[in-house]
Each structure stands twice: as C-alpha cells, then as structure tokens.
C-alpha cells in the first residue's frame, strides 16, 4: 500500500474507487465499508484510495474543559490495518483547526481533482467537512458534476448493536473486551514500552511488566483484572493484566498497566510490547491483607489457565 502525506505527490487517475473518514479502529463497520469498495473497484479495474485524517479531529477540535477522544489505533496502527483490507493508496491529510474550516464542496471538489474518482463510498450516517457538510445529499449533488457515483453502504450490526468506534470505546470503558473484539473484528490492543515500577511483584513472586503506553491519546480500558496475549521475542506468551490504581498498595492515584506473564522469565525493561485483551477476568478490588490478595490471585491464574485451554 502506498501512503501518502498532505502534499505529497499523488498519482491522479480517474480509475479510482474513494471513500474518506476517520476510520478510527479499522473496525467491522469499516471493514464492510472497505471490502465493497475493493469488489467494484475490482470489477471495474479501479485503484482503491481511502483518505483520513491525523490528528484525529476531535482532538483537534475538543473544547475546553471537555477530555478529548480516546483513540483505538494510532495512525501507523491505522495504516497497517487498512493495507490488511486490500487498500491500494491511503492519503493522510493533517488535520488543523484551519482545515476544519475548509467547506465540505470546497473539498470535494479540490479532493477529485487533486486524485480522480469514478466510485465514491460513505458509511450510512458519516458526514465530513465544515459544519458536517459533506453528507449524501451534498456526494450526490457533486457526482454528475465531478464523473464520480456514490454508493451509501448500510450499517453493520453485531449481536443487534451497530457497530461504530463509539460504541467500542464504550465497551472497553466498561471492560467488555470480548464485545469490542466482535466489533473490531480482532483483540483491542495497546503498545507500549516496559518501564520500572516499585519491583512490589518481584517480591511477591509475582513479576509484573508496566506498560506505558506509546500514544497518550490511547484508550485504555476499565479498570480490572484481564487474561492478555503478547508476543515476546517470537512467541506467543499469555498473562495476567491489571489495570487501575493498585489500591491494596497505594493510594490510588496513578492507573497503571502491569502484565504479569504466566511463562516467561526474559528481561523486557525499555522494549515494546503489544498487549491483546482476550477476556475480562474482574474488576479491581482493595485487599485488607497481602495473603488475601496473593489468594485472589491464585484464583484468577487458575481462570486464565482454563480460558487459555478453552481458546487453544
């Protein structure tokens, strides 16, 4: 797949099938969105452009006083998944507050001509541009204007939900990893670098891996207590995450990621890691003694081990 960046070269050619978003997550809904294009793209020996944005623009455009979006796929993240799909171009355009401002048409039109298009393809409530301007009535105004034909694809339903990015950070916020893996179409995961923590799992007999994540607009998800997968130095490792505030320990101000991995022993200090969320275990909890916890623990190993069987 060929990525480029705002004003980079692109190649113009009227054979192309387009569609514009965010694509945030690259999840099912998406998915739909994408594999229609690449079958009449296909049928019609068409190229297969998708154009998105970077920032994403709700964090450009947050209000004060407002958290901006959590996001569930960095931009690198977003273009691997979107190459995965079958996408032939991807052009990121850096989103401004400046840009923002641009009107939907003025856009379109500047889009079209800067990169050709016979096919044009939106999601069933995706609107885009000034105001939100561009939407299918403005597409369908525009197409016998500019040579191209819209096609609205339908929404995406799992388990009588719509599947939307929304609604998958909705989920994970709840600890609902399992749903948001339905709608994403893959475990939610997270990357991040291996820091030094207190060295408190160490001495336990526990060793633990804290993650910091490498985007500080990540979506981390509820606090608890997950059966997690990574692949560390070639191999598939499975562990335990806890993520929260450690309130049998501290005084639960900072919410932290640790991994502690049921068979691995290696040093992973300064390395990144990819952690995949494949079940929620429970919810974080304050222990009134250490054996209590260490006893808790020993139950949710026991969980894994019988989850892992179960998956493997």
């Keep these: 797949m060929t990525i480029i960046r705002d004003n ?7 054979r192309t099938a387009i569609t514009v978003g965010t694509f945030d997550g690259v999840h099912c809904g998406h998915q739909g969105i994408l594999h229609r294009m690449r079958s009449v793209a296909d049928a019609h020996g068409e190229r297969t452009v998708v154009v998105t944005f970077d920032p994403h623009p709700q964090i450009v455009l947050a209000k004060a006083g407002r958290e901006p979006v959590e996001l569930l796929t960095t931009i ?14 991807t052009v990121i355009v ?9 009107e939907a048409e003025t856009f379109v039109r500047e889009l079209i001509a800067r990169i050709g298009a016979r096919h044009f393809f939106i999601g069933h409530d995706h609107m885009f541009g000034k105001d939100r301007g561009g939407n299918e009535e403005l597409l369908k105004r525009l197409g016998p204007q500019l040579g191209f034909e819209l096609e609205t694809v339908g929404p995406l339903d799992c388990n009588g939900i719509t599947v939307s990015s929304t609604k998958i950070r909705q989920a994970l916020k709840g600890g609902e990893v ?7 179409g ?5 990357s991040g670098t291996v820091v030094r923590g207190d060295g408190r799992g160490a001495k336990l ?21 997950y059966l997690v997968r990574s692949t560390l130095q ?13 309130p049998t320990f501290t005084d639960g101000r900072t919410t932290t990621i640790e991994v502690h991995y049921l068979d691995f022993d290696g040093m992973l200090y300064d390395q990144t890691v ?30 894994c081990l019988e989850l892992i069987a179960s998956i493997t």
């Design 76 to 89: 690198d993240e977003r273009c691997a998944l979107l190459a995965a799909q079958g996408v032939d171009v």
């Design 178 to 184: 399992e749903a948001a893996h339905r709608m994403l």
């Design 205 to 225: 007999g526990i060793p633990t891996a804290n993650i910091e994540p490498s985007d500080m607009h990540r979506l981390i998800p509820g606090n608890g207590v």
């Design 234 to 246: 070639g191999t598939q490792v499975w562990g335990m995450a806890n993520i929260g505030r450690r």
């Design 274 to 303: 990819t952690i995949e969320f494949m079940n929620f275990i429970r919810h974080e909890q304050r222990f009134e003694s250490i054996d209590m916890f260490l006893s808790q623990l020993r139950e949710d190993r026991m969980e």
């Design 94 to 102: 850096t989103f401004t507050k400046e840009f923002a401002a641009t």
């Design 8 to 14: 980079d070269a692109v190649t113009f050619d009227e």
């Design 186 to 190: 893959r475990p939610y995961s997270i």
